[in-house]
């Protein structure tokens, strides 16, 4: 049996096998070849309350703002697989936002757990970029932008890139 994570790899090179071109442009593409797996989520610190049902990328920037910058928080957005989902039988790679701590474990404050996380890890400069000119909460919903500039996407300093 596929663990979630190799659901999730899959899926990810699959999508992004049918939009391989120049011309095409794939969410699933732009965050493989700038993205990293993250380990499934960490339980809650008790300080971090559960964020609203089905609001990922509003819960993510909210715990972010809220004493998370000081924790050195960072937003990270691409894909994901519930837990609850995988243990039904039900492995769907989901859009979602989460964050992550300093050492890249995910804290993820809208599901309860995560089987398995995919996405990049952004500036908060160009999150509230991003935020400030669409007036939306995340990166990509409406996605439309081909390329990512470099300096948008967080670098953990003491952390590898885990292989694709």
């Known amino acids: 049996m596929q663990t979630a994570a190799e659901i999730l790899n899959e899926y990810l090179h699959r999508i992004a096998g049918f939009c391989d071109t120049e011309r095409c442009h794939s969410l699933e593409r732009l965050i493989l070849n700038h993205g990293r797996a993250f380990e499934p989520s960490i339980p809650l610190p008790g300080w971090i309350a559960m964020g609203v049902e089905k609001q990922c990328y ?3 920037t909210k715990l972010v703002l809220a004493g998370g910058l000081a ?17 039904l039988g039900v492995p769907i790679a989901m859009q ?9 474990n995910v804290i993820d404050n809208t599901w309860e757990a995560g089987a398995a996380y995919f996405g990049i890890p952004f500036t908060k400069k160009y999150l509230f970029k991003q935020m400030d000119k669409t007036g939306y909460y995340g990166i990509f919903p409406g996605f439309g932008r081909p ?4 300096k948008a996407i967080h670098k953990f300093p003491n952390l590898r890139k885990p292989a694709n």
């Not at 390329?147 to 470099?150: D, N, V």
């Open 58 to 60: 509003m819960n993510a």
């Open 71 to 87: 924790k050195g928080f960072v937003y990270v957005e691409g894909f994901a697989i519930s837990q609850n989902l995988f243990n």
């Open 96 to 104: 979602h936002a989460w964050v992550a701590d300093k050492d890249g």
């Open 147 to 150: 390329t990512i500039p470099p």
